[in-house]
Protein backbone atom coordinates (compact mmCIF):
# COMPACT_ATOMS: atom_id res chain seq x y z
CA UNK A 1 0.00 0.00 0.00
CA UNK A 2 1.18 3.46 -1.05
CA UNK A 3 -0.08 6.79 0.94
CA UNK A 4 0.38 8.61 -2.38
CA UNK A 5 -2.21 6.07 -3.65
CA UNK A 6 -4.50 6.42 -1.39
CA UNK A 7 -4.29 10.74 -1.12
CA UNK A 8 -4.85 10.63 -4.84
CA UNK A 9 -8.23 7.91 -4.23
CA UNK A 10 -9.55 10.25 -1.47
CA UNK A 11 -8.61 13.46 -3.72
CA UNK A 12 -10.61 12.11 -6.87
CA UNK A 13 -13.88 11.79 -4.32
CA UNK A 14 -12.74 7.91 -3.91
CA UNK A 15 -14.10 6.37 -0.37
CA UNK A 16 -11.34 4.66 1.87
CA UNK A 17 -11.27 0.84 3.33
CA UNK A 18 -10.90 -0.18 6.38
CA UNK A 19 -7.58 -1.19 5.49
CA UNK A 20 -6.48 1.38 4.28
CA UNK A 21 -7.54 3.37 7.30
CA UNK A 22 -5.78 1.64 9.38
CA UNK A 23 -2.41 1.29 7.33
CA UNK A 24 -2.37 4.80 7.16
CA UNK A 25 -2.93 5.58 10.73
CA UNK A 26 -0.80 3.04 12.01
CA UNK A 27 2.09 3.99 9.70
CA UNK A 28 1.76 8.07 10.33
CA UNK A 29 2.10 7.20 14.25
CA UNK A 30 4.63 5.35 13.63
CA UNK A 31 6.29 8.26 11.74
CA UNK A 32 6.46 6.60 8.18
CA UNK A 33 4.09 8.39 6.61
CA UNK A 34 5.24 12.31 6.47
CA UNK A 35 3.51 15.30 7.48
CA UNK A 36 3.55 16.79 4.18
CA UNK A 37 1.24 13.22 3.04
CA UNK A 38 -0.95 13.21 5.79
CA UNK A 39 -1.46 17.64 5.02
CA UNK A 40 -2.30 16.43 1.72
CA UNK A 41 -4.74 13.42 2.40
CA UNK A 42 -6.64 16.18 5.20
CA UNK A 43 -7.74 18.33 2.62
CA UNK A 44 -8.66 16.19 0.31
CA UNK A 45 -10.75 15.04 3.02
CA UNK A 46 -11.85 18.44 3.62
CA UNK A 47 -12.97 19.04 0.57
CA UNK A 48 -14.46 15.68 -0.46
CA UNK A 49 -15.80 14.66 3.28
CA UNK A 50 -15.62 10.45 4.74
CA UNK A 51 -18.36 8.74 4.72
CA UNK A 52 -19.96 7.08 7.71
CA UNK A 53 -17.84 3.53 7.42
CA UNK A 54 -14.64 5.82 6.58
CA UNK A 55 -15.43 8.29 9.96
CA UNK A 56 -16.14 4.59 11.90
CA UNK A 57 -12.64 3.46 10.75
CA UNK A 58 -10.77 6.61 11.51
CA UNK A 59 -12.62 6.83 14.51
CA UNK A 60 -11.24 3.17 15.67
CA UNK A 61 -7.87 3.30 13.86
CA UNK A 62 -7.23 6.11 16.16
CA UNK A 63 -8.77 4.65 18.79
CA UNK A 64 -6.51 1.60 18.88
CA UNK A 65 -3.15 3.84 18.15
CA UNK A 66 -1.51 3.59 21.75
CA UNK A 67 -2.89 2.26 25.24
CA UNK A 68 -6.39 1.37 25.72
CA UNK A 69 -7.80 1.99 29.19
CA UNK A 70 -8.57 -1.22 30.83
CA UNK A 71 -11.46 -0.38 33.47
CA UNK A 72 -12.48 -3.92 33.76
CA UNK A 73 -11.46 -5.04 37.11
CA UNK A 74 -13.63 -1.85 38.16
CA UNK A 75 -16.84 -3.66 39.26
CA UNK A 76 -20.43 -2.13 37.60
CA UNK A 77 -20.85 0.23 34.60
CA UNK A 78 -18.28 2.56 34.08
CA UNK A 79 -19.96 5.78 32.76
CA UNK A 80 -17.61 9.01 31.61
CA UNK A 81 -18.78 12.55 30.35
CA UNK A 82 -17.18 14.77 27.77
CA UNK A 83 -17.63 18.47 27.65
CA UNK A 84 -16.53 20.11 24.24
CA UNK A 85 -15.39 22.75 26.43
CA UNK A 86 -16.38 26.21 27.09
CA UNK A 87 -16.18 29.26 29.63
CA UNK A 88 -16.39 27.98 33.47
CA UNK A 89 -17.18 25.26 32.58
CA UNK A 90 -16.59 23.09 36.04
CA UNK A 91 -19.01 20.56 35.37
CA UNK A 92 -17.12 17.67 36.32
CA UNK A 93 -16.43 18.75 39.95
CA UNK A 94 -19.71 19.15 40.85
CA UNK A 95 -21.24 16.25 38.06
CA UNK A 96 -18.54 13.35 39.32
CA UNK A 97 -19.43 13.02 42.89
CA UNK A 98 -22.87 13.50 42.26
CA UNK A 99 -23.88 10.73 40.21
CA UNK A 100 -21.19 8.92 42.04
CA UNK A 101 -23.36 9.70 45.11
CA UNK A 102 -26.18 7.65 42.91
CA UNK A 103 -23.71 4.29 42.72
CA UNK A 104 -22.65 5.28 39.05
CA UNK A 105 -18.75 4.24 38.65
CA UNK A 106 -16.81 7.56 37.68
CA UNK A 107 -13.45 6.20 36.45
CA UNK A 108 -11.87 9.31 34.31
CA UNK A 109 -8.55 9.91 32.90
CA UNK A 110 -8.07 13.77 32.65
CA UNK A 111 -5.26 16.58 31.41
CA UNK A 112 -4.43 19.56 31.94
CA UNK A 113 -6.13 22.52 30.13
CA UNK A 114 -4.53 24.66 28.03
CA UNK A 115 -6.35 27.83 27.68
CA UNK A 116 -8.91 30.25 29.43
CA UNK A 117 -8.54 28.43 32.79
CA UNK A 118 -7.31 24.87 33.85
CA UNK A 119 -9.07 21.98 33.12
CA UNK A 120 -10.87 19.74 35.74
CA UNK A 121 -7.19 18.31 37.00
CA UNK A 122 -5.60 21.92 37.57
CA UNK A 123 -9.36 22.92 39.37
CA UNK A 124 -9.22 19.70 41.64
CA UNK A 125 -5.62 20.76 42.77
CA UNK A 126 -6.87 23.99 44.41
CA UNK A 127 -7.37 21.75 47.17
CA UNK A 128 -4.40 21.50 48.81
CA UNK A 129 -2.31 18.08 49.02
CA UNK A 130 -4.99 16.74 45.74
CA UNK A 131 -2.98 14.26 43.46
CA UNK A 132 -3.75 13.07 40.48
CA UNK A 133 0.03 11.31 40.29
CA UNK A 134 -1.90 7.84 41.50
CA UNK A 135 -1.05 4.39 40.33
CA UNK A 136 -3.34 2.33 38.39
CA UNK A 137 -3.99 0.08 41.29
CA UNK A 138 -5.01 3.36 43.64
CA UNK A 139 -7.23 4.08 40.42
CA UNK A 140 -9.16 0.64 40.04
CA UNK A 141 -9.34 0.32 44.36
CA UNK A 142 -10.36 3.61 44.37
CA UNK A 143 -12.99 3.32 41.94
CA UNK A 144 -14.14 0.26 43.37
CA UNK A 145 -14.31 1.44 47.11
CA UNK A 146 -15.70 4.72 46.75
CA UNK A 147 -17.18 4.86 43.45
CA UNK A 148 -14.70 7.92 41.68
CA UNK A 149 -11.24 8.77 40.81
CA UNK A 150 -9.62 10.78 38.50
CA UNK A 151 -6.17 10.22 37.22
CA UNK A 152 -3.33 11.96 35.38
CA UNK A 153 -3.33 10.87 31.89
CA UNK A 154 -0.17 8.37 32.28
CA UNK A 155 -0.93 6.35 29.32
CA UNK A 156 -0.58 7.21 25.86
CA UNK A 157 -4.09 7.00 25.00
CA UNK A 158 -4.92 7.95 20.68
CA UNK A 159 -1.09 9.20 20.17
CA UNK A 160 -2.68 9.14 16.43
CA UNK A 161 -5.18 11.79 17.00
CA UNK A 162 -2.58 14.34 18.68
CA UNK A 163 -0.32 13.96 16.02
CA UNK A 164 -3.47 14.28 13.41
CA UNK A 165 -4.78 17.14 15.29
CA UNK A 166 -1.24 19.07 15.35
CA UNK A 167 -1.17 18.90 11.77
CA UNK A 168 -4.87 19.77 11.11
CA UNK A 169 -4.51 22.64 13.43
CA UNK A 170 -1.96 24.66 11.12
CA UNK A 171 -3.31 23.35 7.85
CA UNK A 172 -6.47 24.21 8.17
CA UNK A 173 -8.24 20.92 8.32
CA UNK A 174 -9.85 21.54 11.71
CA UNK A 175 -13.09 21.93 10.76
CA UNK A 176 -14.40 19.08 9.25
CA UNK A 177 -17.57 17.03 11.20
CA UNK A 178 -16.08 13.85 10.56
CA UNK A 179 -12.50 14.91 12.06
CA UNK A 180 -14.11 16.37 14.59
CA UNK A 181 -16.07 13.90 15.68
CA UNK A 182 -13.37 10.77 14.94
CA UNK A 183 -10.91 13.17 16.84
CA UNK A 184 -12.55 13.29 20.29
CA UNK A 185 -14.23 9.70 20.01
CA UNK A 186 -11.35 8.02 19.27
CA UNK A 187 -9.78 9.45 22.76
CA UNK A 188 -13.12 8.63 24.86
CA UNK A 189 -12.87 5.12 23.29
CA UNK A 190 -9.86 5.05 24.37
CA UNK A 191 -10.44 5.96 28.15
CA UNK A 192 -12.46 2.62 28.45
CA UNK A 193 -15.88 3.85 29.62
CA UNK A 194 -19.17 1.68 28.62
CA UNK A 195 -21.02 4.33 28.62
CA UNK A 196 -20.24 7.91 27.58
CA UNK A 197 -22.32 11.13 27.99
CA UNK A 198 -21.26 13.86 25.69
CA UNK A 199 -22.20 17.92 26.55
CA UNK A 200 -21.48 19.61 23.16
CA UNK A 201 -21.72 23.43 23.52
CA UNK A 202 -22.62 25.95 21.14
CA UNK A 203 -22.53 29.42 21.19
CA UNK A 204 -20.25 32.40 21.29
CA UNK A 205 -17.65 30.67 24.09
CA UNK A 206 -17.78 27.28 22.34
CA UNK A 207 -15.79 25.30 19.65
CA UNK A 208 -18.90 25.04 17.70
CA UNK A 209 -20.56 28.45 17.27
CA UNK A 210 -23.36 27.36 15.38
CA UNK A 211 -26.34 25.22 16.87
CA UNK A 212 -27.37 23.22 13.73
CA UNK A 213 -23.08 22.14 13.78
CA UNK A 214 -23.46 21.36 17.00
CA UNK A 215 -26.70 19.28 16.59
CA UNK A 216 -24.78 17.23 13.89
CA UNK A 217 -21.56 16.94 15.60
CA UNK A 218 -23.35 15.46 18.35
CA UNK A 219 -25.08 13.13 16.53
CA UNK A 220 -22.25 11.89 14.43
CA UNK A 221 -20.17 11.49 18.09
CA UNK A 222 -23.39 9.01 19.43
CA UNK A 223 -23.28 7.23 16.31
CA UNK A 224 -19.90 6.55 16.33
CA UNK A 225 -19.98 5.78 19.87
CA UNK A 226 -22.29 2.78 19.51
CA UNK A 227 -20.85 1.46 16.30
CA UNK A 228 -18.06 0.74 19.15
CA UNK A 229 -20.35 -0.90 21.25
CA UNK A 230 -20.75 1.68 23.98
CA UNK A 231 -23.61 3.15 25.34
CA UNK A 232 -24.19 6.55 24.37
CA UNK A 233 -25.93 9.99 25.21
CA UNK A 234 -25.33 13.50 24.01
CA UNK A 235 -26.91 16.59 25.27
CA UNK A 236 -26.59 20.21 23.21
CA UNK A 237 -25.97 23.52 25.59
CA UNK A 238 -25.54 27.06 25.56
CA UNK A 239 -22.40 28.42 25.81
CA UNK A 240 -23.17 32.09 25.03
CA UNK A 241 -21.63 33.55 28.06
CA UNK A 242 -19.78 31.98 30.70
CA UNK A 243 -21.43 28.24 32.67
CA UNK A 244 -22.23 29.75 36.30
CA UNK A 245 -20.68 32.70 37.54
CA UNK A 246 -17.33 31.91 38.36
CA UNK A 247 -14.33 31.65 35.85
CA UNK A 248 -11.30 30.86 37.50
CA UNK A 249 -9.20 27.85 39.15
CA UNK A 250 -10.13 27.82 42.63
CA UNK A 251 -13.56 30.24 42.18
CA UNK A 252 -15.11 27.08 39.81
CA UNK A 253 -14.47 24.80 42.55
CA UNK A 254 -16.09 26.61 45.28
CA UNK A 255 -18.98 27.21 43.09
CA UNK A 256 -18.94 23.39 42.28
CA UNK A 257 -19.19 22.91 45.90
CA UNK A 258 -22.14 25.45 46.55
CA UNK A 259 -23.52 23.68 43.47
CA UNK A 260 -23.52 20.35 46.00
CA UNK A 261 -25.24 22.44 48.60
CA UNK A 262 -28.03 22.66 46.74
CA UNK A 263 -26.63 26.67 45.75
CA UNK A 264 -25.56 27.00 42.55
CA UNK A 265 -26.38 29.01 39.93
CA UNK A 266 -29.57 28.04 37.84
CA UNK A 267 -28.02 27.21 34.39
CA UNK A 268 -25.05 25.09 35.90
CA UNK A 269 -28.02 23.27 38.31
CA UNK A 270 -29.88 22.53 34.85
CA UNK A 271 -26.66 21.29 32.98
CA UNK A 272 -25.64 19.44 35.95
CA UNK A 273 -29.20 17.53 36.79
CA UNK A 274 -29.18 16.82 32.77
CA UNK A 275 -26.30 15.78 32.33
CA UNK A 276 -26.64 13.66 35.45
CA UNK A 277 -29.86 11.93 34.56
CA UNK A 278 -28.22 10.49 31.21
CA UNK A 279 -25.57 8.92 33.46
CA UNK A 280 -27.42 7.50 36.31
CA UNK A 281 -29.59 6.00 32.89
CA UNK A 282 -26.33 4.47 31.05
CA UNK A 283 -24.98 3.50 34.42
CA UNK A 284 -28.09 1.34 34.56
CA UNK A 285 -29.06 2.80 37.70
CA UNK A 286 -32.40 4.50 37.00
CA UNK A 287 -35.02 3.65 34.53
CA UNK A 288 -35.93 7.01 33.48
CA UNK A 289 -35.41 10.40 33.48
CA UNK A 290 -37.63 11.34 36.72
CA UNK A 291 -36.54 8.78 38.59
CA UNK A 292 -32.65 9.35 38.15
CA UNK A 293 -33.50 13.24 38.99
CA UNK A 294 -35.04 12.47 42.02
CA UNK A 295 -31.87 10.56 42.90
CA UNK A 296 -29.59 13.32 42.23
CA UNK A 297 -31.88 15.78 43.86
CA UNK A 298 -32.03 13.40 47.09
CA UNK A 299 -27.87 13.54 46.95
CA UNK A 300 -27.82 16.86 47.17
CA UNK A 301 -30.95 17.36 50.09
CA UNK A 302 -29.06 15.13 52.37
CA UNK A 303 -25.29 15.65 51.95
CA UNK A 304 -24.18 12.18 50.46
CA UNK A 305 -22.89 14.21 46.98
CA UNK A 306 -20.64 16.91 49.03
CA UNK A 307 -19.35 14.04 51.43
CA UNK A 308 -18.35 12.18 48.00
CA UNK A 309 -16.43 15.16 46.85
CA UNK A 310 -15.04 14.73 50.14
CA UNK A 311 -14.07 10.84 50.20
CA UNK A 312 -12.87 11.58 46.67
CA UNK A 313 -10.37 14.84 47.69
CA UNK A 314 -9.15 12.74 50.10
CA UNK A 315 -8.53 9.10 48.51
CA UNK A 316 -6.24 11.33 45.99
CA UNK A 317 -4.15 13.04 49.41
CA UNK A 318 -6.15 16.47 49.31
CA UNK A 319 -7.62 18.79 52.12
CA UNK A 320 -11.21 17.39 52.49
CA UNK A 321 -11.62 20.04 54.97
CA UNK A 322 -11.68 22.22 52.41
CA UNK A 323 -14.96 20.95 51.13
CA UNK A 324 -16.85 21.84 53.84
CA UNK A 325 -14.89 25.59 54.80
CA UNK A 326 -13.90 27.03 51.27
CA UNK A 327 -12.18 29.84 52.98
CA UNK A 328 -9.19 27.26 52.57
CA UNK A 329 -9.08 27.23 48.84
CA UNK A 330 -6.18 29.59 47.29
CA UNK A 331 -7.76 33.19 48.19
CA UNK A 332 -6.62 36.25 46.15
CA UNK A 333 -4.92 39.08 47.43
CA UNK A 334 -6.41 41.83 45.43
CA UNK A 335 -10.87 41.76 45.20
CA UNK A 336 -11.90 44.42 43.83
CA UNK A 337 -15.72 44.94 42.19
CA UNK A 338 -15.86 45.59 38.31
CA UNK A 339 -18.78 48.64 38.26
CA UNK A 340 -20.97 49.34 35.15
CA UNK A 341 -20.12 52.64 32.97
CA UNK A 342 -23.56 51.79 31.23
CA UNK A 343 -27.04 50.94 32.15
CA UNK A 344 -29.75 48.79 30.55
CA UNK A 345 -30.43 45.41 29.69
CA UNK A 346 -27.55 43.02 29.10
CA UNK A 347 -27.92 41.72 25.75
CA UNK A 348 -24.72 39.84 25.01
CA UNK A 349 -21.47 39.00 26.78
CA UNK A 350 -18.59 37.88 24.64
CA UNK A 351 -17.79 34.34 26.13
CA UNK A 352 -14.13 34.66 24.68
CA UNK A 353 -13.43 37.18 26.44
CA UNK A 354 -14.43 36.39 29.98
CA UNK A 355 -12.14 33.35 29.89
CA UNK A 356 -9.41 35.98 27.99
CA UNK A 357 -9.81 38.43 31.00
CA UNK A 358 -8.65 34.85 33.49
CA UNK A 359 -6.46 34.08 31.35
CA UNK A 360 -4.59 37.37 31.74
CA UNK A 361 -5.32 37.63 35.75
CA UNK A 362 -2.97 34.41 35.26
CA UNK A 363 -5.51 31.75 35.89
CA UNK A 364 -4.73 29.83 32.39
CA UNK A 365 -1.76 28.44 30.67
CA UNK A 366 -1.18 30.14 27.39
CA UNK A 367 1.57 27.51 26.67
CA UNK A 368 1.87 23.67 28.27
CA UNK A 369 4.78 25.05 30.45
CA UNK A 370 2.98 28.02 32.12
CA UNK A 371 2.36 28.03 36.20
CA UNK A 372 -1.27 28.60 36.66
CA UNK A 373 -2.38 30.73 39.16
CA UNK A 374 -5.37 28.92 41.06
CA UNK A 375 -6.75 32.16 43.02
CA UNK A 376 -7.31 34.54 40.40
CA UNK A 377 -10.44 34.63 38.32
CA UNK A 378 -14.17 36.94 38.00
CA UNK A 379 -17.05 36.13 39.64
CA UNK A 380 -20.03 37.86 37.58
CA UNK A 381 -23.01 39.07 38.86
CA UNK A 382 -24.74 40.38 35.87
CA UNK A 383 -25.79 37.86 32.87
CA UNK A 384 -27.89 38.48 29.74
CA UNK A 385 -31.52 39.80 30.15
CA UNK A 386 -30.63 40.69 33.69
CA UNK A 387 -31.05 44.62 34.04
CA UNK A 388 -27.81 46.80 35.24
CA UNK A 389 -28.11 50.33 36.54
CA UNK A 390 -24.87 52.51 36.13
CA UNK A 391 -22.24 52.42 38.94
CA UNK A 392 -23.59 49.05 39.83
CA UNK A 393 -21.01 45.97 40.10
CA UNK A 394 -20.99 43.60 36.81
CA UNK A 395 -18.26 41.51 38.44
CA UNK A 396 -15.88 40.87 41.21
CA UNK A 397 -12.24 39.99 39.70
CA UNK A 398 -9.93 38.46 42.32
CA UNK A 399 -6.10 39.32 40.93
CA UNK A 400 -2.66 39.28 42.42
CA UNK A 401 -1.41 41.27 40.50
CA UNK A 402 -2.46 44.91 39.85
CA UNK A 403 -1.31 45.43 36.22
CA UNK A 404 -3.25 42.33 35.32
CA UNK A 405 -6.09 43.40 37.15
CA UNK A 406 -5.93 46.55 35.11
CA UNK A 407 -5.88 44.58 31.61
CA UNK A 408 -8.65 42.35 32.48
CA UNK A 409 -11.11 44.78 33.90
CA UNK A 410 -10.47 46.72 30.58
CA UNK A 411 -11.05 43.90 28.73
CA UNK A 412 -14.02 43.09 30.38
CA UNK A 413 -16.16 46.05 30.37
CA UNK A 414 -15.95 45.98 26.92
CA UNK A 415 -17.31 42.24 26.73
CA UNK A 416 -20.79 43.51 27.48
CA UNK A 417 -23.22 45.47 25.70
CA UNK A 418 -26.44 46.85 26.61
CA UNK A 419 -30.30 46.90 25.34
CA UNK A 420 -32.81 49.66 26.32
CA UNK A 421 -35.19 46.94 25.91
CA UNK A 422 -35.80 43.54 27.58
CA UNK A 423 -33.70 41.15 26.55
CA UNK A 424 -35.06 37.29 26.17
CA UNK A 425 -32.53 34.62 27.65
CA UNK A 426 -32.58 31.66 25.22
CA UNK A 427 -33.07 28.05 25.98
CA UNK A 428 -29.92 26.30 28.09
CA UNK A 429 -30.39 22.76 27.06
CA UNK A 430 -31.17 22.76 23.47
CA UNK A 431 -31.66 18.98 23.50
CA UNK A 432 -30.98 15.75 24.34
CA UNK A 433 -29.92 12.68 22.03
CA UNK A 434 -30.09 9.26 23.14
N1 LIG B 1 -11.39 18.85 19.90
C1 LIG B 1 -10.77 17.69 19.61
O1 LIG B 1 -10.36 16.94 20.49
N2 LIG B 1 -10.59 17.38 18.31
C2 LIG B 1 -11.02 18.17 17.30
O2 LIG B 1 -10.84 17.81 16.15
C3 LIG B 1 -11.67 19.36 17.63
C4 LIG B 1 -11.84 19.67 18.95
Redesign the pocket.
Known sequence: MRMYDLIMKKRNGGVLEGDEIDYMISEYTAGNIPDYQMSAMMMAVYFNGMTEKETADLTMAMAHSGDMLDLSAIEGVKVDKHS?GGVGDKTSIALAPMVAACGVKIAKMSGRGLGHTGGTIDKLESFSGFSTGITSEHFINQVNEIGISIMGQTLDLAPA?KKL?AL?DVTAT?DNMS??AS??MS?KLASGADAIVLDVKTGSGA?MKNEEDAFTLAKEMVKLGKHAGRNMAAIVSDMDQPLGFAVGNALEVKEAIETLRGKGPSDFVELCMTLGAQMIIAGGMAKNVEQATAMLRDVIADGTALDKLAAFVEAQGGDATAVYDTSLLPEASIIEEIVSEKEGYVEKIICDEIGICSLILGGGRETKESEIDLAVGLVLHKKVGDYVKMGESLATIHANDLNKLAQAKERFLKAYSFSDKPVERSEFIKGILV
Open positions: TDYRVLISIKF
